[in-house]
């Protein structure tokens, strides 16, 4: 089983629309959770941090559940800008607070 | 906002050559990071670095690899004889503390011929 499993996608979505997406690590010991976003060719940027209650930045709301080593994204009212890969993040910070990756997924928003 | 900065941006080298990609992470940070993206691939952890030692250290890193902080503010990475599966996208990161997020630089691209 991979260490941070994510749907490839791509997901077509139109502009407005919502989007999910899931993410499954399978390390339990992973503290810190993040989403980051990838451009073609650049280097990833942070997006947001998770946290288990759940957080939300604009558009943009993460969930975690510890239980069942799950973590989500959801964007409304998508746009043409947040086209790119979106990567799933996890840490253990016993571990030289090492981030594992996911291969990310990519969305592409559509006019 | 400060930025972690890479240079170059783009190496060319033929196989069996050293190569050193140079970091200049953000200056008040303190844990340092390298990762790589092989073109298509996710994002894999190499190595990191604190209080002028390594860390952590990935599979990937092995003896042809080294990181060195020669002075205060650069940090580098060093293949010493490169091969044609390090083609790849370096990434250098830093943070200020153990379990914040990592700052990415915009990377080097290395292309081993």
């Known amino acids: 089983r991979k260490e941070v499993e994510q749907d490839p996608g791509p997901f077509n979505v139109p502009e407005g629309a919502t989007v999910a997406f899931n993410c499954t690590y399978s390390n339990s010991a992973s503290q810190s959770f993040f989403w980051y976003r990838q451009d073609c060719r650049k280097e990833p940027k942070l997006l947001m941090s998770?946290?288990?209650s759940g957080n939300e930045d604009g558009r943009f709301t993460a969930q975690l559940n510890r239980a069942s080593q799950y973590i989500s994204l959801l964007i409304r009212d998508s746009k043409l800008s947040d086209s790119a890969t979106y990567l799933c993040?996890?840490?253990?910070?016993?571990?030289?607070?090492?981030?594992?990756f996911g291969g990310g997924t990519r969305l592409m928003v559509k006019p | 906002e400060p930025e972690v900065t890479q240079t170059p941006s783009h190496q060319v080298t033929q196989m069996g050559q050293e190569v050193i990609l140079r970091c200049v992470p953000i200056s008040n940070h303190l844990y340092f990071y390298w990762y790589r993206q092989i073109l298509g691939q996710k994002v894999e952890f190499l190595v990191s670095f604190y209080n002028n030692e390594i860390s952590e250290k990935s599979e990937i890193f092995d003896d042809q690899f080294s990181v060195e902080r020669p002075d205060g503010s650069n940090f580098t990475l060093k293949i010493r004889s490169t091969k044609l599966e390090d083609s790849a996208m370096y990434f250098c990161a830093s943070t200020l503390s153990y379990n914040s997020p990592l700052h990415f630089g915009n990377g080097t691209r290395l292309t081993v011929t």
């Open positions: 993040v996890v840490t253990n910070n016993n571990a030289g607070n090492m981030l594992t």
């Open positions: 998770v946290y288990s």
